[in-house]
């Protein structure tokens, strides 16, 4: 199973990136057969991202943002417990363990670390369906952001550089709205991987990296003398909004 897989996608409904229509649901199953069940029995109601592991659910969730996870306690990599204290530093997502007659200590561990609920797995989905919906998040609608000639539309996640669209992956448009939403003040290397990347060990992966050097190119800003995007040396990244008559022009 690959991480990120989606079903039926949708814009999550409560990640700061705006609302969309169905909720999102992250599902972290080991077994393939239990996975492929819970697809088409679960697809058919919510959009789905499926992880195999919580190293690729971790990842997962930094990059869709999902409204709840349903996650098995017995995990092949790290536990159930790390998972769900790892997810809920971040925010508080809404977890439901599932386990089996042979999982109490993992479950209980899972619970005491932060899980919204407990439930029995093999999974039963007439009440799985319901207890997820009961526990999707307040709706939320953001407004756009403008910083000079750069304007940022969450719920339609277009970006407009001087009246003019231009494309941005997925990854990337998160991390110009989480530089916007700080315009004028240093985002850490670390805060901004907390945000978008959770499932980065460390700081030494080269991902913010690139992708600040491709968001830079994007915004036609200069790559080696940035000032849209600038470095702070030892510190982070500053966005500074650019002029609209004085911005180089997009590559």
């Not at 969730?61 to 769900?84: N, R, T």
């Not at 919204?116 to 756009?144: D, H, M």
Request: glycine content about 6%.
């Amino acid at each position: 199973m690959v991480a990120g897989r989606t079903v039926s996608p949708a814009l999550p409904e409560n990640s700061y990136l705006g609302t969309g229509a169905a909720l999102l649901l992250l599902v972290v199953e080991p077994q393939a057969s239990v996975a492929a069940a819970l697809k088409t029995a679960l697809g058919k109601h919510f959009s789905l991202v499926l992880a195999d592991s919580a190293a690729d659910a971790l990842l997962a969730a930094g990059e869709f943002h999902p409204d709840v996870v349903l996650a098995a306690a017995q995990l092949s990599d790290i536990s159930s417990e790390h998972l769900v204290s790892t997810l809920r530093r971040h925010r508080p997502l809404a977890v439901i363990i599932g386990a089996g007659p042979d999982d109490d200590a993992a479950a209980a561990a899972a619970m005491r670390a932060g899980a919204t609920a407990r439930v029995n797995r093999p999974y039963a989905i007439q009440e799985l369906e319901p207890l997820v919906r009961a526990l999707r998040p307040p709706r939320t609608v953001l407004a756009q952001l403008e910083c000079g000639a750069v304007r940022l539309e969450p719920q339609s996640q277009r970006v407009f550089l001087r009246e003019r669209p231009i494309d941005l992956p997925l990854q990337e448009f998160h991390l110009l709205h989480l530089l916007m939403t700080h315009r004028d003040r240093v985002l850490t290397r670390e805060q901004i991987r907390r945000q978008l990347w959770p499932g980065l060990p460390d700081e030494r992966s080269n991902t913010i990296t690139v992708h600040i050097r491709r968001l830079r190119l994007r915004l036609g800003d200069d790559p080696w003398h940035p000032r849209v995007i600038a470095t702070v040396r030892g510190k982070g990244y500053r966005f500074t909004a650019p002029e609209a008559d004085h911005s180089p022009a997009p590559r």
